[in-house]
């Protein structure tokens, strides 16, 4: 054990050690990226620069202002007519913010760093998690428990240490979200819930910003280009041709039951990295200055994964009476979305209290009294015990405790609901587990809205779920 | 009296959920007048077929699909690939063949 915990300081220090060293190579390289028009540096810094670029450029002259190093670097994108010397300038100098570190902001960030955007900022206020490395392909098993945005900067810094990487490990919210957004270019939402997709597009409606949105979830994947405004691009014949917005198209917030999330509905690792991609080549085409004509803009992206088909079906227009993008808004500054969309911003657990604590049990009771029935069983008592497993049949088939019933709660309802109410009139003891002690609830009051009164105590609902029970009774019950 | 309609009928984004997990169906509508003998206009339209679909496809959990006469927010429906605003949404009406498709919004990520 000592080894062990002397190896695992050791390696610490070393990791330490790395990353400064890499910041410090960062810094020195950084002196020689090519000079910005937008960046912020005193004249003295500026002078310093452009003497390095010079001495960094040979005598061909390959560009305004690309360095060798970047010539040879970003060639094979040059090389294309879509991007140019031109396109790559652009994306040297520009700013791109990525919110959200995970299954779409992981693909996405790659390939903008690997494409020399110059500035990438990363939002996440979460940690990595061992079941996101399916997807979120910037994190390791190393980098679990660590912020995902530090975690993706720190990968994104290795792939590219000519840009700068900026990660932001907070909760994006009214208060926080215009003056990060605002340093930014272009916006690219990879976020996982309602509620920030729609502050995203406000901010990018107040700030006047373009918003990449992509979504995923199970086999399936969603994109399109938000806020899209003609007139910030030089290229466009029409200059006043402008894209809907996200409430343009959706002014209302879908109710709270109707969405899904990766964590309770799974996702197939590759489904959002096709999504995150295509976020990142409609981010590139928008920095290089394609028209509207060639993005995503008007149009949506629907991807299924089932039978690998693409289809783009086309968006309403731009509201000329949008709450949040047309020439009088009403929505001047941003407001309470999680109030707005009565959801979390946060893919969290919920902790509902719906049963009183007279219908509620602990793991260690549960425990206790499935052991006494099997000494009952032993002395022929009639009375039985019934667990009843209200997750999907997929959840159900991954982890369940021994003698369980799958009842999924999707089609609790009608025969099955009766099946139950029979066997608890048998005086049958019944109790409901589910993942976390939610649906359990909720599957358990139905019951106990329709049986007797003399059969109501032998309902009960398993606090905390098959978490719960892997906490305090069965370690080797997977926690997912 | 108009005749019967022949439709493509699409679910996605989840939508498909609250349809015995079916992506796609086809399906063939009665003459308007036949399945709804008080209608006072002759052609079906999605207003008729959203009340179709409630009666003969959505069992269970409505109110995850429709909200009053409508669809719920949060779904797109979409006439031969494009947004139904663009054709009157409620009020338009369908054409023999054509895909009328509720793709249900993804937030995940």
Redesign the interface.
């Known amino acids: 054990m000592d080894r062990i915990q002397k190896l695992e300081k050791e390696i610490n220090n070393l990791r330490k050690a790395l990353q400064e060293k890499e910041s410090e190579l960062f810094e020195m390289k950084r002196n020689w990226m090519p000079v910005h028009p937008n960046n912020n540096l005193n004249q003295e810094d500026a002078a310093q620069l452009q003497q390095h670029n010079l001495k960094n450029v040979t005598k061909v002259y390959y560009g305004d202002k690309l360095p060798k190093w970047a010539i040879e670097r970003y060639s094979r994108q040059i090389l294309l007519p879509d991007i140019g010397v031109q396109g790559q300038e652009k994306l040297c100098a520009a700013k791109v913010l990525v919110v ?1 570190a ?4 992981c693909p996405a960030s790659v390939y903008l760093a690997g494409a020399g955007v110059g500035e990438i900022g990363i939002v996440d206020y979460d940690s990595v998690d061992l079941t996101n490395i399916h997807r979120q392909i910037l994190h390791t098993e190393r980098d679990q428990n660590t912020s995902k945005a530090e975690s993706a900067a720190d990968t994104l810094r290795s792939i590219n240490s000519h840009i700068k990487i900026t990660p932001y490990t907070v909760q994006l919210d009214s208060n926080n979200a215009l003056g990060i957004a605002s340093r930014y270019d272009v916006i690219l ?6 509620p920030t ?1 729609y502050l995203l597009n406000d901010v990018c409606a107040i700030a006047k910003k373009p918003l990449i949105s ?5 086999m ?3 994109l399109t280009v938000y806020g899209y405004r003609a007139d910030r691009n030089h290229n466009e014949k029409d200059l006043s041709h402008q894209g809907p917005c996200y409430r343009c ?7 709270a ?6 964590s309770a ?1 799974g ?1 197939a690792g590759p489904v ?1 990295g096709v999504i995150g991609a295509l976020q990142a080549l409609e981010a590139i085409k928008l920095i290089v200055g394609q028209t509207h004509e060639k993005l995503l803009v008007g149009r ?1 992206l ?1 991807f ?1 994964g ?1 039978d690998v088909t693409f ?6 227009p731009r509201n000329s009476q949008c709450a949040a993008c047309s020439e009088s808004p009403t929505i001047t500054r941003l407001v309470d979305y999680e109030a707005f969309c009565k959801a979390q911003a946060k893919e969290k657990d919920l902790d509902l209290q719906i049963l009183s604590p007279e219908y509620r049990i602990t793991a260690s009771q549960l425990e206790e009294q499935l052991k006494k029935l099997i000494l009952e069983v032993d002395s022929n008592q009639k009375e039985r015990h019934l667990l009843v497993d209200v997750r999907s049949e997929a959840e159900f088939n991954m982890c369940r405790i021994d003698g369980a019933v799958n009842y999924p709660i ?1 089609q609790f ?1 009608g025969d099955k609901v009766d099946e139950i109410l029979r066997m608890v009139n048998d005086k049958n003891q019944v109790t409901f587990v589910c993942r976390r002690g939610n649906d359990s609830q909720i599957a358990a009051k139905m019951v106990i809205d329709l049986i007797d009164e003399e059969h109501k105590g032998n309902v009960k609902d398993l606090v905390g779920g098959l978490h719960a029970w892997s906490d305090s009774v069965d370690r080797d019950f997977p926690i997912y | 009296m108009a005749a019967s309609v022949k439709l493509h009928l699409q679910f996605g984004g989840g939508a498909e959920l609250l349809f015995d997990k079916i992506k796609k169906r086809e399906i063939e509508l009665p003459a308007l007048k036949k399945y709804f003998p008080d209608c006072q206009h002759d052609k079906w339209n999605i207003r008729d077929l959203l009340v179709w679909i409630k009666d003969n496809l959505l069992r269970e959990r409505p109110e995850l699909f429709l909200q009053g006469d409508s669809v719920r927010p949060g779904i797109l429906v979409l006439i031969n690939d494009a947004d139904w605003e663009l054709y009157g949404e409620l009020d338009y009406e369908l054409q023999d063949n054509d895909t009328i498709m509720f793709i249900s919004t993804l937030h995940g990520g």
Do not use: M
């Open positions: 959200g995970g299954g779409l902001g939402d990879c976020s996982d819930n309602v997709r992509g979504s995923a979830l199970k399936e994947g969603q198209v959706f002014p209302n917030p879908p109710p039951e109707a969405v899904g999330s990766c509905n996702v959002p949506l629907i299924d089932e289809r783009t079906v086309k968006l309403r999707d309802r």
